[in-house]
């Protein structure tokens, strides 16, 4: 009969009903202010550690982490490290310009690359005092790079995108030149000018692949003490690197959270993790959110090859939702049709970009456990929290607030497992 839905597509209008239903009042709390860590730990494994297993909640230090991870654990962390990528320029008028690195668009889209490029490129930005700085203002600085002059200009690429031209007169690398002219850009919740401690207190002391403009916050407990406490007991690690952008701390301002806007951030994927996965499929932990979304991103990825989509890897914010259990890959599965594609193109690493949103309704793919800090009320990171552990977010974050944990980037830990039956 003409107007009757097919099964599938009741398939789908359910899912969408369900998730258009998602009430982001409940996924809010009070958060004071007293509550949101300004400073670091002063030794970084030291913050407390709240251990979510089954329903039930235990209390611990971070250095008690590898008593509550399984012999054979995979951690798998994000090697990222964060840019100075906040500078400040001033017109001939006194007014200045806030800029704030998004992504690099021009001469490449890679950021590993973009921080090699010499003399000029293009970035999209996040604009301050943006209604001062006029289409074909220029603005000039001189920076020092290792004891020479550059003389840096700044203009226009595309104003209503946001797209910023940055040219310097000499040889010296955009990183050099960043790393001379900008600050690390705090998260606007600290409500404090970035300090010259910062500088290293905001990296993870595994930070390896410079471009992200926030830290993965979650793997900032870890030290030289903890792996080698971890690697006693034969829990192994293995890496992958997603740049984390801005958009990590933009608010749900929208009514429906489908509609809500996730930027996406690139990520790089090895050889030779998808080998470790492959080997570990069932004892996954990803260090942080990033971490968790790059896997959950890789899996399908695995899903567009195994299904002969595309072998471009580009995962859309809702790509895995209507999809049917039986219709999907294993795990398994998944990462060995990633291996077999890499192996028959000769490719060591795949660079993708994805913009996965995981909220109440997600299942989870490849991930079993997750460790993480403790997130802005009312958040797309409260709503993945929430996809993991169900209802029990809500008395996980009662009971960090009643136990005095602090909060937020600088704040203290927690190690959540899926449950059992998930």
Same mark, same amino acid.
């Given at each position: ?5 097919t099964?599938?597509e009741?398939?789908?209008?359910l ?17 004071p ?7 670091p730990?002063?030794?970084r ?10 329903g039930?909640i ?6 008690d982490?590898t ?6 654990t ?16 001033k017109?001939e008028?006194g ?5 704030l ?5 021009l ?6 690359d973009?921080m ?7 970035w ?8 001062r700085?006029?289409?074909?203002d220029?603005l ?12 840096l200009?700044?203009s ?8 910023? /031209? ?7 690398s955009f990183?050099?030149l960043?790393?001379a ?8 919740y600290? *409500?404090?000018?970035t ?13 390896h692949?410079?471009?992200?403009v $926030?830290a993965?916050t979650a793997g900032?407990?870890f030290?030289?003490?903890v ?11 293995s ?21 809500h806007?996730?930027?996406s ?6 050889? $030779?993790l998808?080998?470790?996965?492959l080997q570990?499929v069932?004892r996954?932990?990803?260090v ?6 790059s896997?959950?991103s ?7 090859l195994f299904k002969?989509e595309t ?8 790509y895995p939702y ?6 999907l ?34 299942r ?5 456990g997750?460790i993480t ?7 797309t /990171?409260i /709503?993945?929290v929430?996809a993991f552990?169900?209802?029990?977010? *809500?008395?996980?974050?009662?009971e960090?607030?009643a ?5 937020l980037s600088?704040?203290?830990?927690s190690l /959540?497992?899926?449950?059992? *039956?998930a």
């Open positions: 009969m003409e107007g009757r839905l099964a599938e009741n398939h789908d209008a899912w969408r009903r369900e998730a258009e239903a998602i009430d982001l009042e409940s996924y809010t709390y009070d958060l202010d007293d509550r949101i860590a300004k400073y730990m002063e030794i494994d030291q913050s407390k550690l709240m251990v979510y297993r089954n039930e235990d209390h611990l230090r971070f250095t982490i008593s509550q991870l399984p012999e054979n995979l951690l798998v962390f994000n090697d990222t490290k964060v840019i100075p990528a906040r500078a400040h320029f017109k008028t007014a200045v310009i806030e800029l690195l998004l992504h690099p668009e001469p490449t889209r890679v950021i590993n973009a090699l490029v010499q003399h000029s490129c293009v999209e930005c996040m604009i301050g005092n943006k209604k700085w006029k289409v074909g220029t000039s600085a001189v920076i020092q790079v290792s004891g020479a002059d550059v003389q200009k700044v226009y690429h595309d104003y209503e995108q946001n797209l910023i /031209l940055l040219r310097w007169d000499t040889d010296v990183l050099d960043v790393k002219l900008g600050e690390i850009p705090l998260p606007p600290l *409500n404090r000018d300090e010259e401690p910062d500088k290293e207190t905001y990296q993870t002391v595994y930070a692949h410079d471009g992200a $926030a993965p900032l407990h030290t030289s003490r792996f080698d406490e971890l690697e006693k007991k034969n829990i192994r690690k890496f992958l690197t997603l740049h984390v952008g801005a958009g990590t701390f933009q608010p749900i301002k929208v009514e429906k959270v489908t509609e806007r996730m930027h951030e690139q990520v790089v994927f090895t050889k $030779a998808i080998e470790d996965l570990s069932e996954v932990v990803p942080g959110t990033t971490s968790l979304r896997l959950e890789l899996y399908w990825y695995g899903v567009k002969k072998t471009d890897f580009n995962i859309e914010k809702l209507p999809w049917k259990q039986e219709e890959p294993s795990a398994k599965q998944s990462l060995q049709a990633i291996a077999d594609y890499m192996n028959s193109v000769g490719l060591e690493e795949i660079v993708g970009e994805t913009e996965i949103f995981i909220f109440p309704g997600y989870f793919r490849l991930c079993r997750i800090n403790y997130h802005q009320p009312g958040s /990171l /709503l993945l929430a552990v169900g209802n029990d977010w *809500n008395r996980i974050y009662s960090a607030l136990k005095d944990y602090r909060f600088y704040g203290d830990s /959540l497992w899926l449950n059992d *039956n």
